[in-house]
């Protein structure tokens, strides 16, 4: 992937935050209207329903398209565990990595068998970004996978390595105007949303920043720690440590207020980009086909696993917040973002080669 990127335009940077403005996660209600639109039909043969009512009698595959450690991995280890506990039944947290998250999520969507022992935890970034960005994906989103529920939300951490001459967000936009592209950011991929929030921000601050696209946002933070980078955005769990423990700076927090987690850090709106705002949602999906009966039974489940009070401990300490919304809302906000994105990609002029 070649970012083409043109900072400093103005008009650029409103059609981005205009762009995005409508792009944070559903409300509850929210969700409710935006159920008025139905789903798309699942392409695949539905699996008879014989077997939803002693469902799952064997252990469930939860594949995560990324590499452990990062956000989606934190929250998908949660959920399985409150799954696992309820039903008796291992959740194997299946990790795979590379190619921006598409390989993870082409392994859920083609599974041989849609029939609730394969599902998947995606992000906005493997779900509405990667569709977003590359036409020509090996799965539509839409039709491949069907929705479960949102799980989770969180904003991500602009962190920098600590050798970089700069502790604030306007100290690092002085010093990467001085340098144009040859400070190094990194991401969990190209087309996920530690690559699409960095860009927003390059557009929205007016500079540019050189990009080194790695497996998951995990092996970016090494690399950060290392001084192999330079900058990279990513959650809260996966910052907010090395920042405390001195090996990575923390400048500032991309949600529209200040984390319970780390509350002194700034919004980036706070530190010198007013206006800036980048929040990731988590969201469990299965094979289209799956039976729906299926598909109510794990919403349910889920649902309670997330007014769990170890869950909410669990999702404090990372910064997390939990949401959920029906199988149908969920359907129709993928409907409702791809094309955003699309907006936010041809503004912040990013090509697929």
């Known amino acids: 992937m070649k970012n083409l990127m043109k900072p400093g335009k103005g008009s650029c940077a409103q059609a981005v935050a205009l762009a995005i403005a409508g792009l944070a996660f559903a409300q509850p209600g929210q969700a409710r209207a935006a159920a008025a639109d139905p789903p798309n039909k699942p392409t695949r043969t539905v699996v008879a329903d014989t077997t939803t009512s002693t469902y799952p009698t064997k252990p469930i595959r939860l594949v995560v398209p990324s590499a452990p450690g990062g956000g989606t991995d934190i929250v998908a280890r949660?959920?399985?565990?409150?799954?696992?506990?309820?039903?008796?039944?291992?959740?194997?947290?299946?990790?795979r990595g590379g190619a921006g998250g598409i390989a993870g999520v082409t392994v859920a969507a083609k599974a041989s068998a849609p029939d609730g022992y394969t599902l998947l935890l995606g992000s906005n970034g493997h779900l509405s970004f990667a569709p977003a960005v590359n036409r020509n994906l090996p799965y539509d989103p839409q039709k491949d996978l069907a929705p479960v529920s949102l799980v989770a939300s969180q904003p991500f951490v602009v962190a920098v390595y600590v050798g970089?001459?700069?502790?604030?967000?306007?100290?690092?936009?002085?010093?990467?105007?001085s340098r144009p592209g040859t400070i190094t950011y990194g991401s969990g991929g190209s087309g996920t949303a530690s690559h699409l929030g960095t860009e927003l921000l390059m557009l929205s601050g007016g500079f540019s920043m050189l990009h080194v696209?790695?497996?998951?946002?995990?092996?970016?933070?090494?690399?950060?720690?290392?001084?192999?980078?330079?900058?990279?955005?990513?959650?809260?769990?996966?910052?907010?440590?090395?920042?405390?423990?001195?090996?990575?700076?923390?400048?500032?927090?991309?949600?529209?207020?200040?984390?319970?987690?780390?509350?002194?850090?700034?919004?980036?709106?706070?530190?010198?980009?007013?206006?800036?705002?980048?929040?990731?949602?988590?969201?469990?999906?299965?094979?289209?086909?799956?039976?729906?009966?299926?598909?109510?039974?794990?919403?349910?489940?889920?649902?309670?696993?997330?007014?769990?009070?170890?869950?909410?401990?669990?999702?404090?300490?990372?910064?997390?917040?939990?949401?959920?919304?029906?199988?149908?809302?969920?359907?129709?906000?993928?409907?409702?973002?791809?094309?955003?994105?699309?907006?936010?990609?041809?503004?912040?002029?990013?090509?697929?080669?």
């Not at 959920?79 to 959740?91: E, I």
């Open 78 to 95: 949660v959920v399985a565990q409150g799954l696992s506990d309820a039903w008796g039944q291992t959740v194997v947290v299946d990790n």
């Open 164 to 177: 970089l001459p700069v502790n604030s967000i306007k100290e690092l936009i002085a010093l990467a105007k």
């Open 213 to 353: 696209p790695y497996k998951g946002t995990g092996p970016g933070m090494v690399a950060l720690m290392s001084g192999e980078l330079q900058f990279l955005m990513a959650g809260l769990a996966t910052v907010m440590p090395q920042s405390k423990s001195g090996k990575v700076k923390a400048l500032a927090v991309s949600g529209a207020k200040r984390s319970p987690v780390a509350p002194g850090v700034p919004t980036v709106a706070e530190a010198g980009v007013p206006g800036y705002e980048f929040v990731v949602w988590y969201g469990m999906m299965v094979p289209g086909g799956t039976p729906r009966a299926i598909v109510a039974k794990l919403h349910a489940e889920i649902a309670r696993v997330l007014k769990s009070p170890l869950t909410s401990e669990r999702y404090a300490a990372a910064g997390l917040e939990p949401i959920s919304n029906t199988p149908e809302a969920f359907a129709a906000q993928l409907k409702q973002e791809i094309p955003k994105w699309q907006q936010v990609v041809k503004a912040a002029n990013i090509h697929v080669e």
